[in-house]
Structures are given as C-alpha cells and as structure tokens.
C-alpha cells in the first residue's frame, strides 16, 4: 500500500447565546435545525425517538460540500452532542457541539476536524481551508443566537 498523507482542518469557534442550556441543546438536532438554519434539510435514515439522540442517522446534501451521511457519536443532553459524517467528496468530518451555562445564558463551542480520504478529500479540503471553517460555524452560531433571541429564522438583512 501505497503512503497517503490525508489533508486535516480543524476550526474551533465559541458563540454566546442568551438562552439556557435546556433550550438551545434540542435545537441541535437535524429535525429542529430546519426552524432556525436557512437551507438545512436533513432526511433521517434512523432514529428511535424521530430527532437527535445517540445513533441517529441522517443524511444531507449541502450546496458546497456534497452528500454528508451523518451519524450522532455522542449524546448528553443540554451538555454535548456529536457527530460523524462522511462526506461524498471523499472526507470525513467530526462535529463536537458543547454547552455551558453562563450568566444570561450559555456558550456553545463549536470543534469541527475535517479529514481527506483520499486524494480527491484532499483537493476537496484545500477550498475548506481553516478560515472557511471556522467562519461557517460563526455564522451558525449568529444564526442560533438570533433565533434564540427574536423566535425567528435569520434571513439576510435580520437584525
């Protein structure tokens, strides 16, 4: 076998939301993030319970990225939720979503590791580089945070 050195980024950002920890845990879940995220849709392939929980299974096509097969690896409710996806354009990617209680709410700390699989992982993370990464996770978490705050969906132009 020939020697493969896989392309890695990693981007960590933290958001601060002005809601509990009780309220803003379920909305990390492929169901309920269509409330909130513009553009998300997910198609759940298994799940006991019908939203996030430990072994969820959900697919989704993301302009950008391809085909995301996601499965939940973790699952502590109001804490830490995790998920592993494996990406048709030859990646893997580890999303670990963490809260914490603070004064007037919560922070929520996003990690996300992205890997190539082969080559074609590796010309698909060098358009993924860290800055790309990261600003898509502030970004979701602006778009939570407003959601949190106003009950609406972010939409261009939102305040």
Request: aromatic letters at 8%; charged letters at 25%; proline letters at 4%.
């Amino acid at each position: 076998m020939t020697a493969f050195e896989a392309a890695r980024v990693v981007a960590t950002v933290t958001t601060v939301i002005e809601a509990p920890t009780e309220r803003v845990f379920p909305l990390l879940c492929p169901v309920r993030e269509e409330e909130w995220l513009p553009g998300w849709e997910a198609e759940i392939l298994h799940s006991e319970s019908g939203i996030a929980e430990l072994g969820c299974v959900f697919r989704t096509d993301l302009a950008g990225r391809g085909v995301g097969t996601w499965v939940c690896t973790r699952y502590e409710p109001t804490r830490h939720i995790e998920f592993a996806t494996f990406w048709s354009a030859g990646a893997v990617d580890r999303l670990a979503l963490t809260l914490a209680e603070r004064r007037g709410g919560c922070s929520l700390t996003w990690h996300r590791e992205l890997v190539g699989l082969d080559d074609t992982g590796n010309r698909y993370l060098a358009d993924q580089d860290i800055d790309v990464v990261a600003a898509r996770l502030r970004h979701a978490g602006e778009v939570l945070a407003h959601y949190c705050a106003t009950g609406r969906r972010w939409s261009p132009g939102s305040s």
